[in-house]
């Protein structure tokens, strides 16, 4: 196999890693739209394949929360950091991507001014930036392994690229070379490499920082989750585990565990909960904009049909946790210019009429049940819900009266969410 032969392939595999990679995080984009099922059906059947087998179980599930607000301070800044991340790395892989191609117009040679004057490939670095930004947004683990491939790949690229200058540029690009650094300027390079035992000889340098990337990338992956894990704030009472999506319901939240705790009158409204089985539930207003990943709870929270995926997506790349926390219903009220009071009177799920409530003091919550399953034999509770290898399928719900403890009715579900089959994020 010929030199030209094997850049050609390198080509190939890079640019198919980007549109693997993009597909795959911008998944998020496409399931709040209307073509989400068409999308589904060629990718979710891959989703399902991961799903079956133990060994890639874990790739389709969540390191970072999406449902649930992050409930510290450093989860809610690794969030904003992954907007940031986002805007910052596809703003700069464009405009160096301009400086590249206004340089081949105007016949300019080599690149060098700008950041190209202490960075060879900034284009790869800021799609790099952009890429973490998209892993954080969307986080399921498959997008931080597709991540690692491209970073592996544009290596390989950015490496054949140097070789084909330096045989049409020679010493000028050599030159080049020594004064800048291949993804971050020299001088960090320098640091980075001292501080990173990796082997003297070029072959095995190479192979080992290959490996190194992988690592490193899905790594901080399982790192992320275990903090995000150990971070909910959980109320657990026998085989019901609650988690707030909201951290401010926390006390909402075991005020709606003693519920269950200490009986009710309204039990027919949970009556598909099981004594055998486990459960976790997830505490949130009763107008929820995203609860229909949970469950199947109507059509009101099916968002690729509301026919919003624009203002969707620019509230969640730019609106972090107002988008979560805001009401539909005040939305609503904005967006046609209507008094707030009557859009929530005519959108509450619940059909509450009570003049003066406002959604931010509603003290009804909805709780959407989840049955978890797993082969073993203990009880799971609290982190082990969320277990690669537990088998979560919606239940039901039930609407809460937090302050006087009535249920207020319940409804048992189908095992399909608002996306059907597809699986959805569980933190």
Known sequence: MNQKTVTLIEKIAAKGSIFLFFVMAFEVMIMISPFAFFFYSVFNPILHWLDAHWATRWLTAFFLPHMILPPTSF?????????????????????CAGQVYLGKILKRGIAHRGLYGRIRHPQYLFLGIWGIGMAILWPRFIVLASLSLMFV????????EEQRMLARFGDGYRQYMERTGMFLPRSLEDRLAAAIPLPESGLARHAAA??????????????????????LPYATYTNVTLVPILPED??????????????TDSRAGIAFLKPDKDYLGYVMPVDYVMQGMLADTGDTFHLHKQQHTFALITDWVL?????????PSAVMAEMNG????????????LGIQEQGLTCD????????????????KD??????????DARRTPAGFVDIDIATGRIIGGKAVGKATAWRDVPTPAL
Request: hydrophobic residues 50%; contains cysteine.
């Open 379 to 388: 009880r799971l509770s609290r982190e082990t819900l969320f277990d690669f």
């Open 361 to 376: 003091a509603c003290p009804y919550r909805r709780i959407v049940f989840i049955e978890v399953d797993h082969d073993g």
């Open 75 to 95: 989860l809610r800044a690794v969030r904003i950091l992954g907007s940031l991340l986002f805007l910052a790395g596809s703003l700069g892989f464009f405009v």
């Open 250 to 263: 926390e006390k909402l939240s075991r005020a709606a565990l003693a519920v269950f705790r200490e009986g």
């Open 153 to 160: 790949l544009y290596r390989f690229l950015a490496r054949d």
């Open 338 to 349: 209507v008094d707030p009071d009557m859009a929530r009177m005519h959108h509450c799920p």
């Open 210 to 231: 290959m490996l190194l990337i992988p690592v490193l990338v899905i790594g901080a992956g399982f790192l992320l989750r275990e903090i995000t894990l150990g971070s």
């Open 319 to 327: 609106h972090p946790f107002e988008h979560l926390r805001r009401s």
